[in-house]
């Protein structure tokens, strides 16, 4: 049967997004790292070659990672296994559907493959997740075929800011577009540069038309709890696990804290005991613009 | 709308998964919604859905908060439909890896039995069309179940009253109730004393 939506049916790429709601998807790098993961109850992992933190300290180009590592990984545990591309390279993608990822992150993180164009999501079976900073980057990626929507944050800072900032972004732009007539529809949409068909969607239901998780920053079980209460139906942590001191001890406690999000008792309890510091943060302000995340892509 | 009398509260099981594309099929089949993460909030229902999503998940979950007995105490008094990951959670056996389970009904599942996300499907049950994302394969059923639909061969849909599993994902079709969602609250009015 058909991959789109047919408005009757949520599509099997957005369906298996809805499966990973209220959940945890961290980024890892190794077998080692995913087995973690999975029993500090990830709902998913992300593979990637090193974590943002790292890919921000040592530089370099930041590649898809190597197969045999995300075959280990696939075999190592029986949750979801997502890896990344890079913005636009639609051969890394065709290698990555090869292996059969459930998911696969176009990401901002890895270094882009091309500054114009992103991969045309419509042409694979495998669903994609792609970043945004605002709601008409959201329907872009959307229109290009983004089953899921994540905000960028800025990856690798342990600094919630960026994320919080591209969360309520969204928010608010999703209320203006609600309060819009139909008329202006059309000029917003030339305004924003997001396609009319999706705004008039937005419109309709109130909501993106696919589910919106957090990334970028994510450190804490309150930093979790956080961003979904700032709206995210999940939360993607990259560097704040495998940087932290303490990597099951901080995997627990946010998943714990993404389970009770609306009750801060739950999330003091889950805040406690955390033996070893989290990651060390960085002020987003004294990053030079150029090594700057979510900039990459538009 | 199921015929009017007292309405049941339906509890989906709400640590992890897809919980509130079960609001407007449960609403749409006469029944009230209600999402559920405390034993104090499982004293409020008649009923459970335990959701798509990550058994894994769900269950480092119940251990962290200490549910597993009162859930367990919850599910021998209450009708439960268990879907996809919560089918897991429900069954006797559980293979492909083996993990804890409820032993809720007399089923041997096989975890991500088709494969991965690429061989995920959609297809339809009693004209109602269905999604199979990542999902188990019920292998094998004892006891006093019905079977209510196959694929390959192999159940997909069973009801052992007062429960009832699917192994595919109604919720996701927008058009309210589903037939599943229907035969549920059936189930549950069934057993229901107000």
Known sequence: MSQENTGQVINLKTGLAEMLKGGVIMDVVTAEHARVAEDAGAVAVMALERVPADIRKSGGVARMSAPELIQEIMETVSIPVMAKCRIGHFAEA??????????IDESEVLT?????FHVNKHAFRVPFVCGATCLAEALRRIGEGAALIRSKGEAGTGNIVEAVRHLRR?????RRVISLEDEELMTEAKTMGAPHALLALVKQTGGLPVPNFAAGGVATPADAALCMQLGAESVFVGSGIFKSESPPTYAKAIVKAVAHWDDPRMVLEASKGLTGAPMPGLDVHGIEE?????GRGW | MTDAGPMPTIAVLALQGCVERHRPHVEAAGARFLTAKTPADFEQADAFILPGGE???????IAAFDLEAPLA????????WGICAGTILMAETVLSPPQRSFGVLPIKVLRNGYGRQLDSAQSEVDGYAVSYIRAPVIEDVHGDVDIRATRDGKPVWIVAAPHMAT????????????????????LVRAHYKP
């Open chain 2, 73 to 80: 105490r919850a599910f021998a008094a209450k009708p439960v």
């Open chain 1, 94 to 103: 065709q290698v990555l559907e090869a292996m059969g990822v459930d998911y």
């Open chain 1, 290 to 294: 150029d090594m700057r995340m979510a």
């Open chain 1, 170 to 174: 969204i928010r608010q732009q999703i």
């Open chain 2, 55 to 61: 058994s894994t998940t769900m269950l480092k979950l």
């Open chain 2, 167 to 186: 192994t595919f994902h109604a919720e996701l079709t927008l058009d309210f109730p589903s037939p599943m969602h229907r035969t549920f609250v059936d």
């Open chain 1, 112 to 116: 882009p493959a091309d500054e114009e």
